[in-house]
C-alpha cells in the first residue's frame, strides 16, 4: 500500500538555501505501493495523501506539499506545519488515444499521465526515448513538473507559454473525502474513464481550473496532471559575446529578428536570451539562440544532468564574503564568472531535454524574475541599469528571456508578449537590494510588471493586486468556494498570509 512516512525534523531548508531553517512540525514522504506503476495503485496513493489531509484538519496543522523544494522564494515553506515530499511519487502513464475525446484539438498520442513528484529531468528522459517532447521548460531541469506548475514557472521558447501551458488536465485533493478529476469546460480532454480509473470526480469547470493551475499549494495537493507532448526534435544552439547592436536590441524589444545578425539569418529562433550588464561588459551581450531541427534518427539522447561547471557550495560563500569586505572587486570578479558559465559555442545539437542541465544547490546565490511588456524590455532594462548604479557595486547580471502570456490566473507571464528579466548573483546585502530597488523603480516607472512567485520577491498584498487585479479576485474566490474552512488554513501558508491570499485564523 501507498503510504506517508514521518520524519521528525524541526527546521526545513530549500533546495537553493536561500530560505534557511524553517521550524517546521515535521516532515513526510510520499512513498508508492510496491508492484508498479498501476491506476490502482494511484488510486492507494490519493488515499495515503488524503488520509494524511485529513489528520492535518484534525490537529489544526498545515500541510504544504514540496516537490524538489525549487523556489528561492519561501512559497514552499511552511512555518509550523508538515512537509510533505513527494519526490518518490514519480509514475508515469501514456494516456491511450482511445480514452481521448474525438474533437480533442490536439495531438491525441502525446497525452502523459504524471505524478505528483515528477520531475522535469525524468519526464524529458522519458518522453524522449519514446519519439515525444516537452516544448519548453525552465531554464534547469531539477524542478518537479508540478511544482513548476504551481509557481508558474515561465519557459524558455518564445512562442512558448510558462509551462502550466502543456497542462491538459489534472487531479486535486482539496479535501480528505473528496478526488478531483478537472478539465477546462471549453477543451475537454478524456472521456470520464481516466478520472473513473483514479477514483476522481471529473469536473469540467473552466474558473476553477485557470484559478487552480497556479494554484501556489493553495487549493489542496494536486497529485498528478495529463501533459502535453510534442514529437521530439532537435535544438541547435549557438552562444556568443558580441557588440550589443541596434539590431540585437530591436530583437529584444520584439522588433524582430531581420536585423539581428543570428546565426540562422532571418529565420525565427525557437529559444533566444541575451545577457546584458552595462556596469561591467558595457556595449556587449552574450545572445544565446536556438533554432528548432527535425529530429535526427542516428542522434544520441547522454543526458548531463551534473552541472559540471558549478563553482559548488563554498565556492559563492567565499566569494560572497570577499565582495563584501572588498566590493572594488565586484566587477572583474563577475564579469570573470560571465565569462566562465557563459563560454561561446556553435551550432550544437540536443534534444531539449539535453539542452538544459539540472542545476546543484548552492549557497550563496540569489535569483529573482520580473515580467513585462516586451515592447519595454529596453526601457525596463534601462531602469534596472540605473538601479544597480544606485545600490553600487553589486555581483549581479541581468538577463532576457521570452514567452507568451500564459494561462493561470496568478501566471507572472501575464503578457501576449512577454519578456521575463532575471537578476540572478551573488547573494550578497547589495545583491538584495538591487532587487528591492528594481522593482521599486519599475513601479515608479509605471511599467506593467509581475514578479516570479518562486523567485526572491519585493511582493506585498497591494502589489500583487496591482499586478493581477481582476484575475487576482478570480483566484479568491474559486478558492473560498472550493475549500471549507478547516481546508482553508490547512492549504495556507505564512507567505501567503502575507500576501492576503489565505489567512492565519482557522
Known sequence: MAKTVFFDEPLWTNWHLTV????????????????????????????????????????????????????????????????????????????????????????????????????????????????????????SNGQTFVGAMSTGTHGSAIDQPAIQGQVAAFQLLPAPDVNLWIE??????????????????????????????????????????????????????????????????????????????????????????????????????????????????????????????????????????????????????????????????????????????????RSGTAGSSIAVPTERTLEALEILQRAMKRTGKVPAAFACRYATKSPGRLAFTRHERTTIVDIDGIDTVGTRKLMAQAVADLRAAGIPHAEHWGKINQMTAASIRDSYRDDLEAWMRARTDLLDRQAEYVFGSAFLDRLGLTSPTF
Not at 95 to 106: G, Q
Not at 231 to 239: I, Q, V
Request: charged share 20%.
Open 20 to 139: 534557511r531553517d524553517v521550524p517546521v512540525a515535521g516532515r513526510f514522504e510520499l512513498h508508492n505501493s510496491a508492484g508498479g506503476a498501476t491506476l490502482a495503485h494511484m488510486v492507494e496513493s490519493a488515499a495515503a495523501i488524503q488520509a494524511l489531509i485529513g489528520r492535518a484538519c484534525r490537529e489544526r496543522r498545515r500541510l504544504r506539499a514540496q516537490g524538489a523544494a525549487w523556489s528561492f522564494s519561501e512559497a514552499a515553506a511552511v512555518p509550523g506545519g508538515w512537509c510533505l515530499a513527494t519526490g518518490h511519487a514519480n509514475w508515469l502513464f501514456r494516456l491511450p488515444a482511445s480514452h481521448v475525446l474525438l474533437d480533442y484539438p490536439f495531438d491525441r498520442d502525446g497525452l502523459i499521465l504524471c505524478q505528483t513528484g515528477i520531475s522535469v529531468a525524468e519526464l524529458n528522459m522519458f518522453l524522449e526515448v519514446r519519439g515525444r517532447s516537452l516544448a519548453t521548460t525552465g531554464a
Open 184 to 361: 477546462p469546460a471549453s477543451q475537454p480532454v478524456t472521456d470520464g474513464r481516466l478520472a473513473a480509473d483514479l477514483g476522481a470526480t471529473l469536473v469540467r469547470d473552466d474558473r476553477l481550473f485557470s484559478a487552480a493551475l497556479v494554484g501556489l499549494g493553495a487549493f489542496g495537493i494536486v497529485h498528478s496532471v495529463l501533459v502535453r507532448t510534442v514529437p521530439r526534435f532537435l535544438m541547435e544552439m549557438s552562444r556568443e559575446r558580441r557588440p550589443l547592436t541596434e539590431g540585437i536590441e530591436r530583437a529584444m524589444n520584439g522588433g524582430g529578428f531581420d536585423a539581428a545578425d543570428l546565426p540562422g539569418g532571418r529565420r525565427r529562433p525557437y529559444f533566444f536570451q541575451s545577457v546584458v550588464n552595462r556596469h561591467i561588459d558595457a556595449g556587449h551581450a552574450y545572445v544565446t539562440v536556438g533554432y528548432d531541427l527535425p529530429w535526427e534518427e542516428d542522434h544520441q539522447l547522454d543526458y548531463d544532468l551534473v552541472n559540471k561547471r558549478g563553482p559548488g557550495y563554498e565556492l559563492a560563500v567565499v566569494v560572497a564574503n570577499l565582495l563584501s569586505a572588498f566590493p572594488g572587486l565586484t566587477p572583474p570578479i563577475t564579469k570573470a564568472v560571465l565569462s566562465d558559465q557563459l563560454k561561446s559555442f556553435k551550432a550544437r545539437k540536443r534534444s531539449w531535454g539535453q539542452s538544459f542541465n539540472y542545476t546543484t544547490p
